[in-house]
Nanobody, 124 residues
């Protein structure tokens, strides 16, 4: 199973930016789906963005399109989430997730490895 460690969370004012990192280890396959999810208190978990490690294909939730960018550094086994023009409604715990050895990658992929999460707080 893949081990995932997130970093980069913190507090920012509305309109500001943060970059989250997800360092992965324990990969067996080269074709994997990596994703970022978030969950705010009292709300359901939301898929934010995904990236297919073999082809770089990406998916974004409508709520973050044009503001967030998911990217990867395959040499470092790291996935990033650049968050710009942040809004108070982006406040949540952000989790990195992975599904190994897949050919399908989107917000509804069957992720089976999860990180511990990193808190993001956006103040107005």
């Amino acid at each position: 199973q893949v081990q995932l460690v997130e970093s980069g969370g913190g507090s920012v004012q509305a309109g500001g930016s943060l970059r989250l990192s997800c360092a992965a280890s324990g990969y067996t396959y080269s074709s994997n789906c990596m994703g970022w999810f978030r969950q705010a208190p009292g709300k359901e978990r939301e898929g934010v963005a995904t990236i297919y490690t073999a082809g770089g294909n990406t998916y974004y939730a409508d709520s973050v399109k044009g503001r967030f960018t998911i990217s990867q550094d395959n040499a470092k086994y790291t996935v990033y989430l650049q968050m710009n023009s942040m809004k108070p409604e982006d406040t949540a715990m952000y989790y990195c997730a992975a599904e190994e050895g897949t050919t399908y990658c989107s917000g509804d992929s069957d992720f089976d490895s999860w990180g511990q999460g990193t808190q993001v707080t956006v103040s107005s």
